[in-house]
Nanobody, 123 residues
Framework: VQLQASGGGLVQAGGSLRVSCAAS????????MGWFRQAPGKEREFVSA????????DYADSVKGRFTISRDNAKNTVYLQMNSLKPEDTAVYYC?????????????????WGQGTLVTVSS
């Protein structure tokens, strides 16, 4: 499966942004989908993930209550709605497919990765 992330950009602190990840192929619904991010000079970190049906979601503590992940299996797309953005949310955001139901936070369980989209939050 090929993943294409989009929707990144520059936003002021407190603002909102929605990033999307479109997947190719007809197997999208078979994959757990995750979002990860990497800020300059920092390691990649888990942001959020969603189960195949969308019935289970997981979030990093740093984004709980501010970010919402969703998916549309008919459109082969996963979304990450980001509200109340902070400068520390600045990073390249990557979507990934694969995952493990009980370890959706673990980047090592994902097989496919998109190219990333840059989100910059100004103070």
């Amino acid at each position: 499966v090929q993943l294409q992330a989009s929707g990144g950009g520059l936003v002021q602190a407190g603002g909102s942004l929605r990033v999307s990840c479109a997947a190719s192929g007809r197997t999208f619904r078979r994959y757990i989908m995750g979002w990860f991010r990497q800020a300059p000079g920092k390691e990649r970190e888990f942001v959020s993930a969603i189960s195949r049906s969308g019935g289970r979601t997981d979030y990093a503590d740093s984004v709980k209550g501010r970010f919402t992940i969703s998916r549309d299996n008919a459109k082969n797309t996963v979304y990450l709605q980001m509200n109340s953005l902070k400068p520390e949310d600045t990073a390249v955001y990557y979507c990934a497919a694969g995952g493990s139901y009980y370890r959706m936070y673990d980047y090592r369980t994902y097989n496919y990765w998109g190219q990333g989209t840059l989100v910059t939050v100004s103070s």
